[in-house]
Protein backbone atom coordinates (compact mmCIF):
# COMPACT_ATOMS: atom_id res chain seq x y z
CA UNK A 1 0.00 0.00 0.00
CA UNK A 2 1.62 2.74 -1.39
CA UNK A 3 1.76 6.20 1.15
CA UNK A 4 -1.00 7.93 -0.90
CA UNK A 5 -3.22 5.18 -1.62
CA UNK A 6 -6.74 5.32 0.44
CA UNK A 7 -7.44 4.11 3.89
CA UNK A 8 -9.93 2.88 5.57
CA UNK A 9 -11.47 4.34 8.48
CA UNK A 10 -9.89 1.95 11.24
CA UNK A 11 -6.04 2.44 9.62
CA UNK A 12 -6.87 6.55 9.65
CA UNK A 13 -8.07 5.99 13.14
CA UNK A 14 -4.49 4.29 14.04
CA UNK A 15 -2.39 6.42 11.88
CA UNK A 16 -3.75 10.03 11.15
CA UNK A 17 -2.23 12.79 12.74
CA UNK A 18 0.73 10.96 14.76
CA UNK A 19 4.10 12.09 12.38
CA UNK A 20 6.01 9.70 14.81
CA UNK A 21 9.14 9.89 12.60
CA UNK A 22 9.45 14.28 13.65
CA UNK A 23 9.50 12.91 17.50
CA UNK A 24 12.54 10.43 17.44
CA UNK A 25 9.95 7.76 16.47
CA UNK A 26 7.41 8.32 19.89
CA UNK A 27 4.14 6.38 18.33
CA UNK A 28 2.05 9.16 20.82
CA UNK A 29 2.49 13.09 19.79
CA UNK A 30 3.97 14.34 22.45
CA UNK A 31 2.98 16.96 25.18
CA UNK A 32 4.46 20.80 24.42
CA UNK A 33 3.54 23.14 26.41
CA UNK A 34 4.24 27.22 25.67
CA UNK A 35 3.02 30.56 26.11
CA UNK A 36 5.54 32.28 24.34
CA UNK A 37 6.84 31.51 21.21
CA UNK A 38 10.72 32.63 20.01
CA UNK A 39 11.71 34.06 17.08
CA UNK A 40 15.86 33.96 15.56
CA UNK A 41 14.82 36.99 13.88
CA UNK A 42 12.78 40.47 12.97
CA UNK A 43 12.09 38.88 9.61
CA UNK A 44 10.42 35.77 11.01
CA UNK A 45 8.51 37.93 13.95
CA UNK A 46 7.09 39.98 11.04
CA UNK A 47 5.95 37.80 8.84
CA UNK A 48 4.42 35.35 12.03
CA UNK A 49 0.69 35.15 11.31
CA UNK A 50 -1.41 34.00 13.61
CA UNK A 51 -4.35 33.03 11.72
CA UNK A 52 -2.11 30.73 9.50
CA UNK A 53 -3.10 26.99 10.40
CA UNK A 54 -0.22 25.22 11.96
CA UNK A 55 2.36 27.93 12.14
CA UNK A 56 3.26 27.95 15.72
CA UNK A 57 3.11 31.80 16.98
CA UNK A 58 1.81 31.52 20.20
CA UNK A 59 0.53 29.37 22.68
CA UNK A 60 -3.02 30.39 23.02
CA UNK A 61 -2.74 29.95 18.80
CA UNK A 62 -1.94 26.12 19.51
CA UNK A 63 1.15 23.99 19.52
CA UNK A 64 1.89 20.53 17.18
CA UNK A 65 -0.19 18.20 20.12
CA UNK A 66 -3.12 20.40 18.77
CA UNK A 67 -1.96 21.37 15.61
CA UNK A 68 -1.66 17.11 14.89
CA UNK A 69 -5.14 16.09 16.83
CA UNK A 70 -7.02 18.89 14.12
CA UNK A 71 -4.95 16.91 11.24
CA UNK A 72 -6.16 13.93 12.45
CA UNK A 73 -9.96 15.33 12.76
CA UNK A 74 -10.29 16.57 9.67
CA UNK A 75 -8.65 13.47 7.52
CA UNK A 76 -11.40 11.23 9.28
CA UNK A 77 -14.52 14.01 8.61
CA UNK A 78 -12.61 14.35 5.13
CA UNK A 79 -12.43 18.57 5.34
CA UNK A 80 -9.94 20.91 4.32
CA UNK A 81 -8.99 21.51 8.47
CA UNK A 82 -10.24 21.25 11.71
CA UNK A 83 -9.67 23.91 15.09
CA UNK A 84 -10.12 22.66 18.07
CA UNK A 85 -11.35 24.61 20.99
CA UNK A 86 -12.33 24.62 24.78
CA UNK A 87 -15.80 23.14 25.03
CA UNK A 88 -18.38 21.85 22.54
CA UNK A 89 -20.49 25.11 23.19
CA UNK A 90 -17.39 27.37 22.15
CA UNK A 91 -17.55 25.37 19.04
CA UNK A 92 -20.98 26.19 17.81
CA UNK A 93 -20.47 29.71 19.11
CA UNK A 94 -17.61 30.37 17.55
CA UNK A 95 -18.38 29.18 14.30
CA UNK A 96 -21.81 31.06 14.19
CA UNK A 97 -20.28 34.19 15.28
CA UNK A 98 -17.86 33.96 12.53
CA UNK A 99 -20.22 34.19 9.67
CA UNK A 100 -22.87 36.80 11.37
CA UNK A 101 -23.55 40.37 11.56
CA UNK A 102 -25.71 42.34 12.96
CA UNK A 103 -29.04 42.76 10.66
CA UNK A 104 -28.58 39.01 9.53
CA UNK A 105 -31.01 35.96 9.53
CA UNK A 106 -30.31 32.64 10.29
CA UNK A 107 -32.25 29.17 10.45
CA UNK A 108 -31.92 26.77 13.51
CA UNK A 109 -33.07 23.50 13.41
CA UNK A 110 -35.67 23.22 16.03
CA UNK A 111 -34.39 20.06 17.59
CA UNK A 112 -31.41 21.64 18.03
CA UNK A 113 -29.52 21.04 20.91
CA UNK A 114 -30.18 23.64 23.56
CA UNK A 115 -27.10 25.36 24.50
CA UNK A 116 -27.05 26.43 20.83
CA UNK A 117 -30.43 27.88 21.09
CA UNK A 118 -29.71 29.63 24.32
CA UNK A 119 -26.86 31.94 21.92
CA UNK A 120 -29.25 31.98 19.28
CA UNK A 121 -32.29 33.43 21.92
CA UNK A 122 -29.95 35.34 24.37
CA UNK A 123 -26.52 36.64 23.01
CA UNK A 124 -27.32 37.29 19.44
CA UNK A 125 -30.51 38.57 19.84
CA UNK A 126 -28.93 41.17 21.83
CA UNK A 127 -26.66 42.07 19.23
CA UNK A 128 -29.37 42.17 16.40
CA UNK A 129 -29.19 38.96 14.66
CA UNK A 130 -32.52 37.11 14.37
CA UNK A 131 -33.25 33.57 14.39
CA UNK A 132 -35.98 31.42 12.76
CA UNK A 133 -36.42 27.76 14.10
CA UNK A 134 -37.69 25.67 11.33
CA UNK A 135 -39.11 22.33 11.44
CA UNK A 136 -36.10 19.38 11.27
CA UNK A 137 -38.05 17.56 8.45
CA UNK A 138 -38.41 20.25 6.40
CA UNK A 139 -35.91 19.44 3.16
CA UNK A 140 -35.91 20.74 0.44
CA UNK A 141 -38.62 23.18 1.68
CA UNK A 142 -35.97 25.05 3.69
CA UNK A 143 -35.97 26.97 0.54
CA UNK A 144 -38.98 29.15 1.45
CA UNK A 145 -37.22 30.19 4.70
CA UNK A 146 -34.30 31.75 3.27
CA UNK A 147 -34.23 35.74 2.87
CA UNK A 148 -31.82 37.72 1.35
CA UNK A 149 -30.00 38.67 4.95
CA UNK A 150 -29.98 35.11 5.51
CA UNK A 151 -26.86 34.24 6.57
CA UNK A 152 -26.34 30.84 7.74
CA UNK A 153 -28.73 27.33 7.93
CA UNK A 154 -27.67 25.26 11.23
CA UNK A 155 -28.20 21.83 11.04
CA UNK A 156 -28.02 19.12 13.65
CA UNK A 157 -29.11 15.17 12.59
CA UNK A 158 -30.06 13.35 14.34
CA UNK A 159 -31.69 16.21 16.47
CA UNK A 160 -31.32 16.38 20.41
CA UNK A 161 -33.56 14.45 22.97
CA UNK A 162 -35.83 13.70 19.95
CA UNK A 163 -34.10 12.08 17.15
CA UNK A 164 -35.08 13.43 14.04
CA UNK A 165 -33.10 12.90 10.54
CA UNK A 166 -32.84 15.73 8.43
CA UNK A 167 -32.42 15.90 5.37
CA UNK A 168 -29.08 17.38 4.46
CA UNK A 169 -28.28 17.33 0.72
CA UNK A 170 -32.11 18.48 0.21
CA UNK A 171 -30.87 21.61 2.59
CA UNK A 172 -27.58 22.37 1.43
CA UNK A 173 -28.59 22.17 -2.17
CA UNK A 174 -31.66 24.95 -1.40
CA UNK A 175 -29.72 27.33 1.11
CA UNK A 176 -26.42 27.18 -1.60
CA UNK A 177 -28.38 28.45 -4.23
CA UNK A 178 -29.09 31.31 -2.59
CA UNK A 179 -25.35 31.59 -1.19
CA UNK A 180 -26.27 30.43 2.11
CA UNK A 181 -23.64 28.30 4.42
CA UNK A 182 -24.74 25.14 6.14
CA UNK A 183 -23.43 23.93 9.46
CA UNK A 184 -23.97 20.79 11.14
CA UNK A 185 -23.62 19.56 14.97
CA UNK A 186 -22.06 16.44 14.13
CA UNK A 187 -21.67 15.00 16.75
CA UNK A 188 -24.02 12.09 17.55
CA UNK A 189 -22.23 10.35 14.35
CA UNK A 190 -18.39 11.50 15.73
CA UNK A 191 -15.98 11.82 12.46
CA UNK A 192 -16.24 8.80 10.97
CA UNK A 193 -20.11 7.70 10.75
CA UNK A 194 -21.39 10.12 8.75
CA UNK A 195 -19.19 12.01 5.75
CA UNK A 196 -20.43 15.71 6.10
CA UNK A 197 -19.06 17.22 3.61
CA UNK A 198 -20.04 14.63 0.81
CA UNK A 199 -23.31 15.74 1.58
CA UNK A 200 -22.70 19.45 0.86
CA UNK A 201 -22.12 20.66 4.66
CA UNK A 202 -19.84 24.14 4.70
CA UNK A 203 -18.84 23.51 8.36
CA UNK A 204 -18.98 20.62 10.77
CA UNK A 205 -18.91 20.56 14.22
CA UNK A 206 -18.31 18.26 17.49
CA UNK A 207 -18.45 18.14 20.58
CA UNK A 208 -14.97 16.10 20.79
CA UNK A 209 -16.04 15.64 24.86
CA UNK A 210 -18.17 13.00 23.83
CA UNK A 211 -17.36 10.30 21.47
CA UNK A 212 -13.60 11.40 20.00
CA UNK A 213 -12.50 11.71 24.02
CA UNK A 214 -14.70 8.71 25.34
CA UNK A 215 -13.73 8.93 28.53
CA UNK A 216 -15.51 11.85 30.79
CA UNK A 217 -12.83 13.37 31.58
CA UNK A 218 -12.10 16.45 28.75
CA UNK A 219 -13.70 19.22 27.29
CA UNK A 220 -13.41 20.02 24.30
CA UNK A 221 -15.13 20.83 21.07
CA UNK A 222 -14.12 20.83 16.96
CA UNK A 223 -14.38 22.64 14.10
CA UNK A 224 -14.04 21.31 10.62
CA UNK A 225 -14.75 23.39 7.70
CA UNK A 226 -14.65 22.04 3.72
CA UNK A 227 -12.19 25.56 2.56
CA UNK A 228 -9.29 27.02 3.59
CA UNK A 229 -11.42 30.62 3.43
CA UNK A 230 -13.73 29.10 5.94
CA UNK A 231 -11.27 27.81 8.11
CA UNK A 232 -9.42 31.25 8.24
CA UNK A 233 -12.69 32.88 9.12
CA UNK A 234 -13.01 30.96 11.82
CA UNK A 235 -9.61 31.22 13.42
CA UNK A 236 -9.75 35.18 13.38
CA UNK A 237 -13.09 34.55 15.75
CA UNK A 238 -11.42 31.86 17.76
CA UNK A 239 -8.93 34.36 17.96
CA UNK A 240 -10.77 37.39 19.11
CA UNK A 241 -13.06 35.50 21.69
CA UNK A 242 -9.49 34.34 23.24
CA UNK A 243 -10.51 30.81 23.30
CA UNK A 244 -7.90 28.12 23.80
CA UNK A 245 -7.39 24.26 24.96
CA UNK A 246 -4.82 22.77 26.86
CA UNK A 247 -2.46 20.67 24.82
CA UNK A 248 -2.95 17.61 27.81
CA UNK A 249 -6.36 17.59 26.65
CA UNK A 250 -5.58 17.34 22.91
CA UNK A 251 -3.18 14.55 23.86
CA UNK A 252 -6.11 12.48 25.62
CA UNK A 253 -8.32 13.47 22.99
CA UNK A 254 -5.60 11.86 20.46
CA UNK A 255 -5.90 8.59 22.82
CA UNK A 256 -9.33 8.67 22.84
CA UNK A 257 -9.54 8.69 19.06
CA UNK A 258 -7.35 5.88 18.50
CA UNK A 259 -10.08 3.43 19.60
CA UNK A 260 -13.29 5.50 18.07
CA UNK A 261 -13.52 2.56 15.92
CA UNK A 262 -13.70 -0.20 18.25
CA UNK A 263 -15.79 1.82 20.58
CA UNK A 264 -18.24 2.59 18.24
CA UNK A 265 -19.00 -0.82 17.26
CA UNK A 266 -20.02 -1.87 20.84
CA UNK A 267 -22.03 1.37 21.05
CA UNK A 268 -23.91 0.34 18.11
CA UNK A 269 -24.35 -3.30 18.75
CA UNK A 270 -25.48 -2.74 22.63
CA UNK A 271 -27.52 0.44 21.88
CA UNK A 272 -29.92 -1.58 19.15
CA UNK A 273 -30.19 -4.19 21.19
CA UNK A 274 -31.35 -1.99 24.06
CA UNK A 275 -33.78 0.22 21.76
CA UNK A 276 -34.91 -3.18 20.33
CA UNK A 277 -35.25 -4.60 23.64
CA UNK A 278 -37.89 -1.86 24.88
CA UNK A 279 -40.11 -1.59 21.83
CA UNK A 280 -41.40 -4.76 23.28
CA UNK A 281 -41.84 -3.19 27.21
CA UNK A 282 -45.45 -2.38 28.36
CA UNK A 283 -43.87 0.63 29.54
CA UNK A 284 -42.78 2.52 26.56
CA UNK A 285 -44.77 3.79 23.88
CA UNK A 286 -42.29 4.84 21.43
CA UNK A 287 -38.44 4.35 20.58
CA UNK A 288 -36.76 7.38 18.79
CA UNK A 289 -33.33 5.73 17.32
CA UNK A 290 -33.19 6.23 13.87
CA UNK A 291 -31.60 3.02 13.46
CA UNK A 292 -34.64 1.16 14.09
CA UNK A 293 -36.43 0.07 10.57
CA UNK A 294 -40.10 1.78 11.77
CA UNK A 295 -37.93 5.21 13.08
CA UNK A 296 -39.64 7.88 10.43
CA UNK A 297 -35.79 8.76 9.66
CA UNK A 298 -34.43 5.46 8.97
CA UNK A 299 -34.05 6.15 5.59
CA UNK A 300 -32.30 9.01 6.07
CA UNK A 301 -30.19 7.07 8.29
CA UNK A 302 -29.48 4.38 6.40
CA UNK A 303 -28.42 6.38 3.01
CA UNK A 304 -26.17 9.08 5.20
CA UNK A 305 -25.09 6.88 8.24
CA UNK A 306 -22.57 3.81 8.37
CA UNK A 307 -23.79 3.15 11.78
CA UNK A 308 -25.44 4.45 14.98
CA UNK A 309 -24.29 5.89 18.44
CA UNK A 310 -25.51 4.93 21.51
CA UNK A 311 -27.85 7.96 22.57
CA UNK A 312 -31.40 7.49 21.68
CA UNK A 313 -34.68 8.01 23.75
CA UNK A 314 -37.81 6.48 24.38
CA UNK A 315 -40.84 7.62 25.83
CA UNK A 316 -43.19 6.71 28.67
CA UNK A 317 -46.78 6.24 29.25
CA UNK A 318 -47.29 9.44 31.70
CA UNK A 319 -45.75 9.10 35.53
CA UNK A 320 -45.57 10.99 38.49
CA UNK A 321 -42.62 12.98 39.75
CA UNK A 322 -42.35 10.40 42.43
CA UNK A 323 -42.73 7.46 40.05
CA UNK A 324 -40.18 8.74 37.84
CA UNK A 325 -37.84 9.13 40.64
CA UNK A 326 -37.90 5.34 41.98
CA UNK A 327 -36.69 4.85 39.31
CA UNK A 328 -34.01 6.31 37.93
CA UNK A 329 -32.82 7.38 41.39
CA UNK A 330 -32.17 3.81 42.22
CA UNK A 331 -30.10 2.64 38.84
CA UNK A 332 -27.16 0.46 39.32
CA UNK A 333 -25.29 0.83 35.97
CA UNK A 334 -27.21 3.99 34.41
CA UNK A 335 -25.43 6.99 36.17
CA UNK A 336 -27.53 10.67 36.02
CA UNK A 337 -26.05 13.25 34.35
CA UNK A 338 -25.31 15.52 31.50
CA UNK A 339 -23.16 15.28 28.41
CA UNK A 340 -22.55 11.27 27.18
CA UNK A 341 -19.96 9.48 24.61
CA UNK A 342 -18.21 8.22 27.21
CA UNK A 343 -17.59 4.28 28.27
CA UNK A 344 -20.31 4.51 30.93
CA UNK A 345 -24.07 4.28 30.29
CA UNK A 346 -26.34 7.32 30.96
CA UNK A 347 -30.07 7.92 32.10
CA UNK A 348 -31.28 11.60 31.85
CA UNK A 349 -35.15 12.43 32.23
CA UNK A 350 -35.78 15.34 29.65
CA UNK A 351 -38.45 17.25 28.66
CA UNK A 352 -38.42 19.08 24.57
CA UNK A 353 -41.83 20.46 25.39
CA UNK A 354 -40.79 23.18 27.33
CA UNK A 355 -38.14 23.89 24.34
CA UNK A 356 -40.09 23.47 20.47
CA UNK A 357 -40.95 26.86 19.55
CA UNK A 358 -41.00 26.25 15.43
CA UNK A 359 -42.97 22.92 15.97
CA UNK A 360 -45.08 21.01 18.82
CA UNK A 361 -43.61 18.15 20.85
CA UNK A 362 -47.02 16.30 21.81
CA UNK A 363 -46.15 12.72 22.48
CA UNK A 364 -48.15 12.51 26.32
CA UNK A 365 -45.89 10.91 28.41
CA UNK A 366 -41.81 10.86 29.79
CA UNK A 367 -39.22 11.40 27.48
CA UNK A 368 -35.99 9.47 28.60
CA UNK A 369 -32.77 9.87 26.71
CA UNK A 370 -30.32 7.03 27.23
CA UNK A 371 -26.60 7.02 26.46
CA UNK A 372 -25.12 3.18 26.13
CA UNK A 373 -22.09 2.59 27.59
CA UNK A 374 -19.73 -0.37 27.00
CA UNK A 375 -21.32 -2.63 29.72
CA UNK A 376 -22.84 -5.61 28.91
CA UNK A 377 -26.30 -5.14 27.52
CA UNK A 378 -27.61 -8.08 28.80
CA UNK A 379 -27.06 -6.14 32.66
CA UNK A 380 -27.94 -2.66 31.11
CA UNK A 381 -31.25 -4.06 30.02
CA UNK A 382 -31.28 -6.14 33.89
CA UNK A 383 -31.01 -2.15 34.96
CA UNK A 384 -33.74 -0.66 33.27
CA UNK A 385 -36.14 -3.51 33.83
CA UNK A 386 -35.84 -3.27 37.88
CA UNK A 387 -36.21 0.11 37.04
CA UNK A 388 -39.69 -0.62 35.38
CA UNK A 389 -40.46 -2.46 38.24
CA UNK A 390 -39.79 0.07 40.73
CA UNK A 391 -41.96 3.00 38.72
CA UNK A 392 -44.87 0.60 38.97
CA UNK A 393 -44.27 0.16 42.87
CA UNK A 394 -44.16 3.53 43.83
Known amino acids: MSAQSPKKTATQLVHAGRRSSQYHGVVNPPVLHASTILFDSLAELEKAGASAPGKITYGRHGTPTRFLLEEAVAELEGGYGTLCVSSGVAAITNTILAFVKPGDHILVTDSTYYPTRNLCNTFLKKFGVETEYYDPTIGADIAGLIRDNTALVWCESPGSLTFEMQDIPAIADAAHARGVKVLLDNTWASPILCRPFELGVDVSVQAGTKYIVGHSDVMMGTITTATEEDLLTIKKQIIISGDAIGPDDCYLAQRGLRTLGVRLKQHHESGLKVANWLLGCPEVKRVLHPALPDDPGHAIWKRDFS ?47 SIRTATKWDEEGQLIRLHIGLEDADDLIADLAAGFKRLKSA
Open 307 to 353: GASGLFSFVMDPVSKPQLANMVDNMELFGMGFSWGGFESLILPSDPK
